[in-house]
């Protein structure tokens, strides 16, 4: 998949701590249903900024991308940080030589 032209969605929003629990547990329920269109998708929670989280999701072709913008996860997605938080931003856009990768197991 080098050189390969990639989509991204990114989704940030401040998420106070009585709701994280709830909020992981739908985003959870989201990858879950995501289609096989969406190559990676990752949720974290920002280091430098408390309780502020972001969604990264990357995407094989723009019609997959625009097409989830349209479904009902991403307006549960959105309705997650509308109604469990503060949404700060949302950005896609085209991205090139992105490398994916992924642990499945690691030996500690």
Known sequence: MQNAILYF???SGTINNSKQREFQ???QFIFNH???ECLSHNLTLDVNISNLYHFYS???SEEAL???????????LSGAFQTLGTPHE???GKG???QLFEFNLLDT
């Open 58 to 60: 990357l995407w094989q």
């Open 96 to 98: 090139a030589n992105a």
């Open 66 to 76: 625009a097409e989830f913008k349209f479904s009902k996860e991403f307006d549960l």
């Open 90 to 92: 949302t950005l896609s």
């Open 9 to 11: 969605l990114k989704i």
């Open 25 to 27: 547990q739908t985003v």
């Open 34 to 36: 995501l289609p096989a």
